[in-house]
């Protein structure tokens, strides 16, 4: 059923990814909801089949660890049985739409985002005209209030704002208006027209074919995309999204205009295990609506939680080992895999994010590790960036993983001493070796 992994392209269930522990695949809900009963699946199958580890990713998938040849099989057929699965390895690879995670839930949404994420995963998954597409390549439909998708970005975005629904392109200058009605075929013709225009741009080693929207929009114009698409009427906008730096807290969120709200359950540097997913179904089935809707921020949200609930569930989600609340300092740390599970990192990433919250974080800001420049778990700039390299730690503050470091070749002490030297009354950090990591971390 998978194909074999091969470095360099978008992992997914039927395509996995050589890592440093192993094969690693991604479950791809469909419109940001498990069912409690396909999330205990998956929690089942990356336990029986991979390492136990369970990584919400930026894209609202489940990244699933260590598996081997042996075992890749028997996971994707696991997940195909509760439906997580399309017909083949490319249909698969391009189904890729970033829903919000309430949907029609949110009393103020302005269209039924799921629905329509369910209709243009069907389009991407049973049209073979779009299994070209390149496996990067990504939709995002948000129509979120409570919790809505602001800052993230994809190659086509369909959004809603106070003039109504409208089409916007990543890296293009202009929005396109449109019912509810005409959505889903004006996002089948941008798809069409991109792979009509990539089809052009030469697919050699030396010139690859271009992987996103953005090289599209930059090389002919958004207004151009859209004219190819047969779309008339798009119409320039001061700014486009960029990725945010923040995101929606830990812990429990009113919704406005409803009874019941939605709790956030934060994975702990990016990272859970196994049993925590099972752990939260059942959670869900007790206080929530029996779904877990995924998220781009790597947390799991319970949605239909009373208000009286909130500290019942906010106390299992502790117990669990998740992060519950916003002032958590772990809610302020993102970290990727790292080595030894990357094969590309150069530092244990989560084992020092749990050293230095051992240390005590100082400031508000957002801490990112990232085991190289690439910056996998977080594309964006944050407060402070550590970026490891074959000398240790670069510095970068306020910046991206890949943004020049202020300093370099820093120790995981020395960045805690450097952090904590913002505190007014800093504490000596601890020894290195004192902190534990914590399961399915070190
Ligand atoms: S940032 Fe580098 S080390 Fe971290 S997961 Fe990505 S490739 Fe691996």
Redesign the pocket.
């Known amino acids: 059923m998978t194909e074999p992994a091969v470095k360099g392209r978008c992992p997914s269930l039927m395509t996995p990814m050589e890592?440093?522990d192993g094969l690693l695949v991604r479950v791809k809900p469909r419109a940001a909801t498990l069912t409690a009963v396909q999330a205990e699946a998956v929690a089942a199958a990356a336990g029986r089949f991979g390492n136990g580890m369970i990584e919400p990713t930026n894209r609202g998938h489940l990244q699933v660890r260590g598996l081997t040849d042996s075992t890749v099989d028997g996971f994707a057929e696991a997940i195909a049985g509760i439906g997580l699965a399309a017909a083949g390895p490319q249909a698969e690879a391009v189904r890729n739409v970033l829903a919000d995670p309430l949907g029609p839930d949110d009393p103020a949404a302005q269209f039924d985002s799921h629905a329509l994420a369910h209709r243009l995963s069907a389009v991407l998954e049973t049209d073979p005209a779009f299994h070209d597409l390149p496996d990067k390549f990504g939709l995002l439909v948000d129509a979120g209030v409570a919790l809505p998708l602001a800052g993230r970005t994809a190659d086509i975005m369909v959004r809603a704002d106070g003039e109504g629904l409208f089409i916007a392109l990543a890296g293009g200058d202009c929005r396109l208006s449109l019912p509810e009605s005409g959505l889903e075929e004006a996002v089948r013709r941008l798809l069409a027209a991109f792979l009509a225009w990539r089809k052009g741009q030469g697919s050699a080693a030396a010139s690859p074919a271009p992987k996103r929207m953005r090289a599209m929009a930059a090389a002919c114009g958004a207004r151009a995309v859209f004219d190819a698409a047969g779309l008339n009427g798009a119409r320039a906008v001061e700014s486009v999204p960029e990725p945010a730096a923040d995101r929606p807290p830990a812990g429990f969120v009113a919704v406005a205009g409803a009874a019941q709200g939605c709790f956030a359950a934060a994975a702990p540097f990016g990272s859970m295990e196994a049993g925590d997913l099972a752990e939260l179904a059942d959670l869900s089935r007790r206080f929530a609506d029996g779904t877990i809707r995924v998220t781009p921020w790597k947390s799991l949200i319970l949605w239909g939680v009373l208000p009286a609930n909130a500290a019942a569930v906010g106390a299992a989600v502790s117990d669990i080992g998740l992060v519950a609340a916003a002032d958590d300092v772990r809610s302020r740390i993102v970290?990727?895999?790292?080595?030894p599970?990357?094969?590309?990192?150069?530092?244990d990433?989560r084992a020092d994010a749990a050293y230095l919250t051992a240390a005590g974080l100082p400031g508000t800001g957002l801490l990112h590790l990232?085991?190289?420049?690439?910056?996998?778990?977080h594309p964006a700039p944050a407060g402070a960036t550590l970026v490891?390299g074959p000398g240790g730690y670069g510095l970068v503050r306020n910046g991206r993983?890949g943004d020049a470091p202020e300093r370099t070749g820093l120790t995981p002490e020395a960045v805690a001493r450097i952090l904590a030297a913002a505190k007014p009354a800093g504490r000596e950090p601890p020894a290195r070796e004192t902190v534990r990591t914590g399961a399915g971390w070190g």
């Open positions: 890592s440093g970290a990727c895999a790292g080595r599970r990357c094969a590309g990192g150069h530092a990433t990232s085991g190289c420049a690439k910056g996998c778990a490891a993983a």
